[in-house]
Every structure is written in C-alpha cells, then in structure tokens.
C-alpha cells in the first residue's frame, strides 16, 4: 500500500475538476460600439467584442445574415480581457440591425454576446462629408476576412 493515498485522491480530484472546469460553457463575451449605437449616416462605427483572455478568433454576426465577420486580429484590452474592432468607415441604412459576438478558444466557440442595435439616424442639413480613415472604402467593413455559413 502507498504511503501516501491521501496526496494520490487529492491530485485525482483537483484533476477531475480541471477537466470538467475545462468541459463547461466559456464566459459570454461583450459587445459595445463606438462613438455609440445611434450613428448618423455616413458616418463610421466600431463594434467592439471583448472576452477573457486567450481568445484566438472573434466573431461578429448580425441576425437575419448568413454571412459573419471573423478576425484573429485580437488585442489585449487588460491583464484579464482580449479584445477586438470591427469597423464600418460609413453607415447607411443597410447597416442598421441587431449584432452580436462570439469567440473561439480552443477547442471551441463560446456561447453568444447579447445583441446590440445599430440605429443609422437621417442627417438633417449635415453637409459634412463620411469621415474615413487613409485606405479605407467608404461604405465597405474594414476586416480581414468575410465568411458565409457558420461553422461552429
């Protein structure tokens, strides 16, 4: 018999709750827009996600698509959250819609953020012109990559 059967269950019990720990639903993740979520037309908006850290891929959505935006272009916002930007340079009315994030740390996607409505508000005697950053398209998203389909 072991000398130490005590030392033996308390490692197999702190290894079974790290492995169920590591089986249960990932933290929901943020989403925020900034200036905010009344955007004049014409004029840009970012969505931001945030997660706990260690996320590889962020996900933006707008229900009712089927296409999605994905980026691994994700930064560390704090010591304990990750972060990433989706821009649009100029709203129109397309735009408008519910959106929600989601990320993926593997092995898995998490659970979905709760969705955010981006109103697009008529300009009334705005002659400013959109304001766009050196680069970008107006009207266009400013990411890596489209997806259609899902896959999660």
């Not at 059967?5 to 943020?30: F, K, M, N, W, Y």
């Not at 898995?108 to 109103?119: A, I, Q, T």
């Amino acid at each position: 018999m072991s000398p130490h059967p005590t030392a033996l269950l308390g490692l197999v019990l702190c290894l079974a709750q790290t492995i169920h720990t590591q089986e249960g639903p990932l933290p929901r993740p943020s989403i925020s827009a900034e200036p905010g979520t009344e955007i004049p037309l014409g004029r840009p908006v970012t969505f931001v996600c945030r997660s706990p850290v260690g996320v590889q891929t962020f996900r933006l959505e707008r229900e009712g698509r089927s296409e999605f935006n994905d980026t691994n272009d994700v930064s560390q916002a704090s010591p304990f959250e990750s972060e990433a930007r989706f821009r649009i340079d100029s709203v129109s009315e397309a735009n408008a819609g519910l959106y929600r994030c989601i990320y993926y740390k593997t092995p898995r996607w998490s659970e979905h953020s709760d969705y955010l409505e981006l109103v697009v508000k008529e300009t009334s005697g705005d002659t400013d012109s959109p304001v766009t950053e050196p680069g970008s398209s107006a009207g266009a998203w400013s990411l890596p990559r489209s997806t259609e389909g899902r896959e999660q």
